[in-house]
């Protein structure tokens, strides 16, 4: 791992940022993730873990899996190991690339969906696009994240 790498998943940062699950930041360090893909996913992490925890104080009968919330904003732009290119532009090839990585490596199909699906409104319903099929966002000219 280098140190840039090993920073982005350690240091705590201002504001603090909690550390990604473990099974994730293995994941980065194995795959030398780049460290400012590294530091995206502890901040969306940790958004997440805010919003989680919200929802769990204000809402306590909600069903959701928090785990699987957790590990989806931990890891929803992994495939971008694989598509280095749209770390500064648009793009949503790092989507499928980074479900199939994440399948690649053991992960459930659970916890998988989110690196496919995370750019989508109807991710309940999403499926392999054909191809040449144009997404809402692309259609809206959206900068994808
Ligand atoms: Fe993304």
Do not use: C
């Amino acid at each position: 791992m280098t140190p840039a790498l090993q920073r982005a998943l350690t240091l705590p940062g201002d504001p603090v940022l909690r550390p990604l699950p473990r099974q994730v930041a293995v994941l980065l360090a194995e795959l030398y993730a780049p460290p400012r893909l590294a530091a995206h996913l502890r901040a969306v992490h940790d958004v997440a873990h805010q919003l989680v925890d919200w929802a769990e104080r204000h809402y306590p009968q909600l069903d959701f899996d928090r785990h699987a919330v957790l590990f989806g904003a931990a890891s929803h732009d992994i495939g971008k190991i694989l598509r280095p290119e749209e770390l500064s532009r648009p793009g949503s090839a790092h989507e499928m690339a980074g479900h199939d990585l994440l399948i690649a490596r053991g992960v459930t199909e659970g916890l998988a969906r989110f690196a496919r699906s995370h750019a989508s409104w109807n991710a309940r319903h999403q499926h392999r696009r054909p191809a040449g099929e144009p997404r809402r966002q692309d259609l809206e000219g959206q900068a994808r994240h």
